[in-house]
T-cell receptor, first 108, second 114 residues
Framework: QKEVEQDPGPLSVPEGAIVSLNCTYS??????FMWYRQYSRKGPELLMY????GNKEDGRFTAQVDKSSKYISLFIRDSQPSDSATYLC????????FGAGTRLAVHP | DSGVTQTPKHLITATGQRVTLRCSPR?????VYWYQQSLDQGLQFLIQ???????AKGNILERFSAQQFPDLHSELNLSSLELGDSALYFC?????????????FGPGTRLTVL
């Protein structure tokens, strides 16, 4: 079993929809939880990170961490075609582990 | 443009060979990270250097090694190459040494092992 599980998708939604992306993990030692966005043929870019449990909001993006369930989520409100990319969750304590990434397509 | 440069852009070589990938971090960044991205394994963290010292280690094979030089550029050496080493290798840099802080990724080096 992988330490971090993420559904690879693809996920296809209409413009304006609320998107929910999720990861589960097995190592309770993880402390920081990150979401990266990767456009095709580019390197990943950090969207946001959270420490321990709770919510964090940045514009149209909200990250949630539920350490008791070992479950993290990224919500995208009012999704745009420019949000079409692969979204990778990642988590760390002394090592950095990425999920497989979920491909998201937002169609006009 | 992230400010991180990687050379070469593409590399084609044969099994058993050795190659060196080079990375120049953004100006002022002390930390350099190396990643491998392939279709079957996804994005894997290999190793991090901070100001010339190894800081964190991920799933780096013994056939692979890296170093960071006094001018802060870094090299990733891959030896005894196998078909399965074909992948996109990213370098990233950051100002801090913390794994959760923002890293700026280079354009990657695509390695093909034939």
């Amino acid at each position: 079993q992988k330490e971090v599980e993420q559904d690879p998708g693809p996920l296809s939604v209409p413009e304006g929809a609320i998107v929910s992306l999720n990861c589960t993990y097995s190592n309770s030692a993880f402390q920081y939880f990150m979401w990266y966005r990767q456009y095709s043929r580019k390197g990943p870019e950090l969207l946001m990170y959270t420490y321990s449990s709770g919510n964090k909001e940045d514009g149209r993006f909200t990250a949630q961490v539920d350490k008791s369930s070992k479950y993290i989520s990224l919500f995208i409100r009012d999704s745009q075609p420019s949000d079409s990319a692969t979204y990778l969750c990642a988590m760390t304590r002394n090592k950095l582990i990425f999920g497989a990434g979920t491909r998201l397509a937002v169609h006009p | 443009d992230s400010g991180v440069t990687q050379t070469p852009k593409h590399l084609i070589t044969a099994t058993g060979q050795r190659v060196t990938l080079r990375c120049s971090p953004r100006s002022g960044d002390l930390s350099v990270y190396w990643y491998q991205q392939s279709l079957d394994q996804g994005l894997q963290f290999l190793i991090q250097y901070y100001n010339g010292e190894e800081r964190a280690k991920g799933n780096i094979l013994e056939r692979f090694s890296a170093q960071q030089f006094p001018d802060l550029h870094s090299e990733l050496n891959l030896s005894s190459l196998e078909l399965g080493d074909s992948a996109l290798y990213f370098c990233a840099s950051s100002a801090s040494g913390r794994l959760h802080n923002e890293q700026f990724f280079g354009p990657g080096t695509r390695l093909t092992v034939l």
